[in-house]
């Protein structure tokens, strides 16, 4: 049952109790209401719908769209699905104009109130401001004149194949003062950065490798390190680059400060925010040649925006200053996987039911929430076989080659929670594991070959690194994957890390696996979507196997995540 705040009455009330509103929802609204002396419902509703639209990742709220596109958001992680109840929804036209009328709401060319009602879209004031910066920055850079006319990409990195949509990206970047280049998994994108590093060599450029997460910043290190040996670039967090203060909207550079550098090389930038962007781009000097990476298919940022998507679709980034290159060719998942993935992203649920159904890697196994998700032989057999050989280096004292067991098999759920959360998974698995290694999951004490997904930050490791707990004569060592090479630290030391028999799917992104266990929402869960499904079937190399219900794999295959934005 939802939470409904004893305040609410009437319409608001209809709506917190059919889960389309949280109390937090509500209680902003109707703060923000009161000191505006706002207090028709229905607009108080729209302010309530936009904040919730907010918490939920979109900019704004369309309210031309509202009553059909927005679905209830279930407070719950573990799967279990409020029925949906009829809901009473202004007119869109009384609301419109009733909403353009409201002292807390301004017009795009007004003064400044909490709201901002820009056509049928409705913000809170700041997240206007923002997407306007960035709308003309984006605008800006789009208008730069290039800073080099190369008519020819340099040649591929020494024992690399000529990719002709590799060398587009090269050209674009060497030659614009933006690129920006998308693409899954093993497309290349890091290759390509360190080709352009090499071709810029003889120039010294200043070079920042930028990721929003430490782990993603010290993967793009590590990669582009080990194709340029020698050089020494050094990844760091988007925050950090900007010199942003923690706890403040503050950052260190921008317009009258650029950033110092002649190239910035940013990494998963599906992951970054509105905000985040806005300032990056605000700091980017007009000589600076400015390269986004990332995969606009796979999930977005928890706060709001999804600008790597918006910048794709609405070819926001042009010539004769920016383009964008869309590589297609996975070099490291297998073609089977590929055309999964193509299908799930085409939206076609029967093409991707019957990939699964007909290719040796991809497989589908029946699981409706019940029953102890050991007894699945399936899933057994990958999950024993991989614990078995990490255990066995473990117990070697080899973390290299445990860590690289690790990434043999993950098994990977949308929710945290519930019949099909990572918990129950995850506990059935170290469980069912353990019946059959010796010395193998007792979870309140460190063991060789105990697998450990890390939750803070720190100089040895970044939140959403792995590491396995090795015996190294007569003591236990964790050694931890992190993106920038291992890191040894007492086990009793890593206060802030977790089981790791099973992940979310969202701390997945970055990291690919032989082979990946999927463990569906059950249908209705708000978190069945194409984009979740995605980024899970491509975290796969070799093997694909979904745990779930067809009509749950259909919904997510037909459900594009919604995020609402002006841009
Ligand atoms: N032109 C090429 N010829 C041969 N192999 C290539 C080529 N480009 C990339 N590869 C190989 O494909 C694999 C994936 O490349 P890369 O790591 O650059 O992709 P990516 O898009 O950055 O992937 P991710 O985002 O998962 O890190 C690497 O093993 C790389 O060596």
Redesign the pocket.
């Known amino acids: 049952m939802n939470e409904i705040p004893i305040a609410a009455t009437g319409l608001l009330r209809s709506f917190c109790e059919a889960a389309m509103l949280h109390p937090v929802d509500f209680h902003l609204a109707r703060r923000l209401s009161q000191l505006c002396g706002e207090s028709d419902p229905e607009v108080q509703l729209a302010l309530a719908l936009a904040t919730r639209e907010l918490r939920l990742g979109s900019v704004c709220l369309d309210l031309d769209t509202a009553a059909t596109d927005l679905t209830p958001d279930s407070d719950s992680d573990d799967g279990s699905v409020e029925p949906a109840a009829p809901l009473a929804w202004p007119d869109p036209e009384r609301w419109l104009s009733s909403v353009a009328a409201s002292p807390a709401v301004a017009q795009p060319g007004g003064d400044s109130r909490p709201f901002r009602l820009d056509g049928s879209l409705l913000y809170l004031d700041r997240y206007w401001r923002q997407e306007r910066r960035l709308a003309d920055q984006l605008d800006h850079r789009t208008g730069l004149a290039p800073l080099g006319d190369r008519r020819t990409a340099p040649q591929?990195l020494p024992?690399?194949?000529?990719?002709p949509q590799?060398d587009e990206a090269v050209l674009a970047a060497l030659n614009l003062p933006t690129t920006v280049i998308t693409?899954?998994?093993?497309?290349?994108?890091?290759?390509?950065v360190a080709r352009i590093l090499a071709a810029l060599a003889d120039e010294s450029p200043r070079v920042a490798l930028a990721a929003p997460t430490g782990r993603a910043a010290g993967?793009l290190e590590s990669?582009v390190g080990q194709l340029l040996p020698g050089s020494e670039f050094r990844g760091q967090t988007l925050h950090r680059l900007l010199g942003a203060r923690p706890r403040s909207h503050h950052v260190d550079y921008g317009p009258n400060n650029p950033l110092p550098y002649d190239v910035v090389v940013v990494d998963e930038t599906s992951m970054v925010s509105l905000e985040l962007m806005a300032d990056l781009l605000s700091a980017i000097g007009d000589e600076t040649r400015l390269i986004l990476?990332g995969?606009p298919h796979q999930l977005r940022s928890v706060e709001a925006g999804a600008v790597l998507a918006d910048i794709e679709r609405a070819g926001l980034l042009r010539e004769p200053g920016a383009r964008v290159v869309r590589?297609r060719r996975n070099?490291?998942s297998n073609l089977e996987i590929g055309a999964l993935a193509e299908a799930v992203l085409a939206g076609d649920a029967s093409a991707a039911l019957d990939h699964l159904d007909s290719l040796e890697s991809l497989n589908f196994v029946a699981f409706s929430g019940a029953g102890d998700p050991w007894a699945l032989p399936s899933l057994a057999d990958d999950a024993l076989a991989a614990a078995a050989e990490v255990q066995s280096h473990a117990l070697r004292g080899d973390g290299v080659a445990a860590n690289r067991a690790l990434r043999r098999h993950r098994i990977l759920a949308g929710h945290r929670e519930g019949p099909y959360g990572v918990g129950h998974w995850g506990a059935s698995v170290r469980r069912g594991i353990a019946q059959k290694l010796d010395g193998y999951g007792h979870d309140t004490h460190p063991y060789p070959g105990q697998p450990l997904l890390i939750l803070a930050n720190s100089d040895l490791f970044s939140n959403g690194d792995t590491a396995v707990v090795v015996r190294e004569g007569t003591r236990l060592t964790a050694h931890v994957d992190s993106g920038s090479g291992p890191r040894l630290i007492d086990p009793a030391l890593l206060d802030d890390a977790t089981d790791l028999h099973a992940m979310t799917i969202h701390k997945s992104q970055?990291s690919?696996f032989s082979a990946v266990s999927v463990v569906l929402p059950p249908q209705g869960s708000p978190l069945l979507t194409r984009e979740l499904l995605y980024t899970a079937v491509t975290r796969a190399r070799d093997k694909v196997t979904i745990y779930g219900t067809r009509e749950a794999f259909a919904d997510a295959v037909a459900t594009p995540v919604r995020r609402a934005s002006g841009l």
Not at 159 to 163: S, V
């Open positions: 591929p024992g690399l194949d000529a990719d590799q693409g899954g998994p093993g497309t290349g994108k890091t290759t390509i993967q990669s990476l995969d590589l070099r490291r970055g690919q």
